[in-house]
């Protein structure tokens, strides 16, 4: 049977609220301003799937991945913050209790930030690595460990923290920004998404009660990581969209004005070239996108693996574009802060986060070696 085409969207989407000058400033300056976060946060855009009954907007797959590129072509730093939203949302979502939902995800749809944390020093793209202890003592879990790059933390109200449990098995814990024990450290002088929170973080000896664990803990580790994981991969495949529009608008337009040779640039072949390829990888990743998106949607389990294409694709196909985009403006484009020396910038970062372009290619291999159906 073929797959569903993506149907159309259900409502409009809305506009940003901050420019290119906003975003260009906040990129060198290293930090988004708090108000403009929560304002985004107060809408619901940050995680706009959250059901209505939980005061979210109940949006598709495919709607919030449309918005989720929108914003990407403005601010990758800032649809980082949504990526981690999305994360934290959909973990509270997928593992927790009735009144773990009813109480945390409205929070999110209403100013709060969220982050979450994975990544340690020992344990990047190998996740099963994670060393954090999660112990119980009595109605408490106490948390000790060290998390590495954890996207959004410099302003998160509520970090998701996951660690193992005695036993071997996994948890996560909403842990307070407040919370005894938590310290967050900026990174410093990031190479890309300069101004999206990237933090490590110690917990020693944090406290909570048990009722913090979503779920109740003792999950497979597997299992945790995928619910959070991919649809924080098909998050910055959106991402990746937006950055490859972004791209294409600031190619083509230099191209078309600028005259050399007593021509402008998009009549001279090679050049003319870069802009086909540029629309290429442009339409290729939002079609792999609205494909993950529909498929989300309909609830269908090929999903995960549709995720990880998409997301292979984007991230590849930006880090790529991006070069060309900045190949094509030449000086114009090389400056800091100029929306393709950042999306060049942000690209790479890409390819790293949320499963690195080589984990995407061990997992497509093994699918096609397993047959490759679809």
């Known amino acids: 049977m073929p797959d569903p085409l993506p149907g159309p969207l259900p409502g409009p989407l809305p506009d940003i609220p901050f420019g290119a000058d906003e975003a260009a400033a906040w990129d ?7 108000e403009v976060l929560r304002g985004l946060g ?4 940050l995680c706009a799937e959250v059901p209505v009954k939980h005061g979210g907007l109940g949006e598709s797959s495919a709607w919030t991945g449309e918005f989720t590129a929108r914003l990407g072509s403005a601010c990758s730093s800032v649809r980082s913050v949504l990526t981690s939203q999305t ?8 593992l927790g209790s009735a009144a773990q939902r009813a109480e945390l995800l409205p929070r999110l749809v ?7 944390a994975f990544s340690e020093p020992d344990a990047g793209s190998d996740l099963g690595a994670i060393a954090t202890e999660i112990r119980r003592e009595g109605e408490d879990v106490v948390l000790t460990g060290r998390k590495s790059w954890t996207t959004a933390a410099r302003y998160a109200d509520l970090i998701v923290v996951v660690g193992r449990e005695s036993d071997g098995s996994a948890a996560a814990v909403v842990v307070p920004r407040t919370a005894p024990g938590l310290t967050i450290t900026p990174v410093a002088h990031p190479s890309g998404c300069r101004a999206a929170g990237h933090s ?19 999950l497979p580790l597997p299992l945790l990581i995928t619910a959070a994981i991919s ?19 600031a190619a083509t337009a230099h191209a078309a004005r600028r005259v050399q040779f007593g021509k402008p640039l998009a009549q001279h072949q090679l050049v003319a070239r870069h802009l086909a390829d540029l629309l290429v990888a442009e339409r290729s990743a ?8 529909a498929k989300v949607d309909a609830r269908d389990p090929g ?14 196909s930006a880090a790529r574009a991006s070069a060309t985009a900045v190949q094509v403006l030449g000086s114009a484009g090389a400056h800091d802060g100029h929306p393709v020396a950042r999306a060049h910038r942000d690209a790479k970062l890409m390819e790293i986060i949320e499963g690195s372009s080589e984990i995407c290619s061990l997992l497509l291999a093994e699918h096609a070696l397993a047959g490759g159906g679809r």
């Open 303 to 316: 999903h995960v693996l549709a995720t990880v294409l998409a997301k292979q694709l984007a991230a590849t």
């Open 110 to 116: 209403s100013g709060d930030l969220a982050a979450a």
């Open 28 to 34: 060198l300056a290293g930090e988004v301003p708090l």
């Open 87 to 94: 994360i934290a949302a959909g973990m509270i979502a997928r």
């Open 200 to 218: 490590d973080l110690t917990v020693d000896d944090v406290r909570l009660p048990a009722d913090a664990v979503l779920g109740g803990g003792g």
């Open 286 to 293: 939002t079609l792999a996108c609205e494909a993950a998106s």
């Open 231 to 249: 649809p924080g991969r098909l998050s910055v495949a959106w991402g990746c969209v937006g950055i490859l529009r972004a791209c294409l608008d």
């Open 42 to 45: 107060k809408s619901g855009l």
